[in-house]
């Protein structure tokens, strides 16, 4: 009896087991699996901070096993991210390189994208129910160059920093650093740029709202150039607006980025006040343009030295082409 008994709780402990390493089991990432958001989060290994990645990094092989699927990462996560990298219409191939979870907050998800010989690593951010905004890390066109080095890495403080290094013909080292937060608005926010190298390039501008619907009359992109953008998409709920605003100013050396939802307060007027904060602003539409203005501060969102305002017109949508007669 007491044998049969030893033998029935070593079968319970054996079934527990493997219930266990099923319910911990990673689901594929294959297109045409039906996979949740939790699924999608869950396939990214979690990583102890502070988490550095390198270009040769990006150059290692990785198992085909551990590719997402195109139609499932586009299930999560909008075309705009990875169309500045590798352009419109292209289909990287997909891995995870890590997460780290907030407690009771954000989840940083570090993606490894690949196309041909273009390589980029990108660092994605999720809520408990969606995509929020994302940040590109590393952008690799073939192999690393022996004279260049590029590392992004994000220390116990959740700052995440950039920095490329090139050594010269003459043994000096040029190096361009950046360094940003995240902000409580789901935006990243660059509180620190650092250089001594004059050809440094800007980093390219992503905009989070782009790809969102944009039926209401003043939804669509105004502009005063590629690095002053104001963009207007239907709001979440009746009456609102959501927005996205990054400018530059002083060439670049003063710039400010917020991203939120506005109320519709009249027949040409949006208003957007901070929830537990005092940043709010004023839009004022007339036309195909919009007037901003910051009526309390918001200087969380901006250089000290200047503001949300200015005038933005609206950017033409493209035409659509000519339909063709059938001959």
């Not at 290692?60 to 419109?88: A, M, Y």
């Not at 959501?242 to 040409?268: M, R, V």
């Not at 343009?289 to 918001?298: A, L, M, N, P």
């Not at 082409?321 to 059938?326: D, E, G, I």
């Amino acid at each position: 009896m007491r044998h049969m008994l030893r033998n029935y709780r070593t079968l319970v402990v054996f079934v527990l087991v493997v219930l266990a390493a099923c319910s911990t089991k990673k689901k594929d990432m294959k297109d045409g699996d039906s996979v949740e958001l939790s699924d999608f989060i869950a396939f990214f290994p979690e990583q102890d901070l502070p988490i550095q990645i390198t270009d040769s990094g990006l150059t290692r092989k990785i198992s085909d096993s551990l590719r997402i699927g195109n139609k499932v990462f586009s299930q999560f996560v909008p075309d705009s991210v990875l169309r500045p990298v590798f352009g419109k219409g292209v289909k990287p191939s997909c891995y995870p390189i890590g997460k780290i979870s907030v407690k009771d907050g954000e989840t940083y998800l570090f993606l490894r994208s690949v196309s041909g010989t273009k390589k980029a690593a990108t660092l994605l951010v999720f809520d408990k129910d969606s995509f929020v905004t994302s940040l590109p890390l590393i952008t690799l066109n073939g192999a690393p160059r022996g004279n260049e080095k590029l590392v992004a890495n994000m220390d116990t403080r959740y700052t995440v920093t950039t920095l490329r290094q090139v050594i010269g013909p003459t043994g000096q080292t040029a190096y361009a650093k950046k360094v940003y937060v995240y902000n409580p608005e789901g935006l990243f926010t660059l509180i620190l740029t650092e250089s001594n190298d004059q050809n440094a390039a800007p980093p390219p501008l992503i905009n989070p709202i782009d790809t969102m619907k944009a039926a209401h009359k003043w939804a669509g992109d105004y502009l005063q150039d590629k690095r002053n953008i104001v963009s207007f998409r239907d709001g979440r709920k009746t009456g609102t607006l959501q927005f996205f605003i990054h400018f530059e100013k002083d060439n670049g050396q003063c710039k400010g980025e917020l991203k939120g939802d506005a109320t519709i307060t009249g027949a040409n007027t949006v208003r957007f006040i901070e929830n537990n904060g005092t940043c709010a602003l004023d839009f004022q539409f007339s036309g195909n343009t919009v007037r901003i203005k910051e009526q309390q501060g918001c200087g969380s969102y901006r250089d000290i030295k200047c503001f949300f305002e200015g005038q933005y017109t609206r950017k033409k949508k493209p035409s659509p082409a000519p339909t063709r007669k059938k001959k």
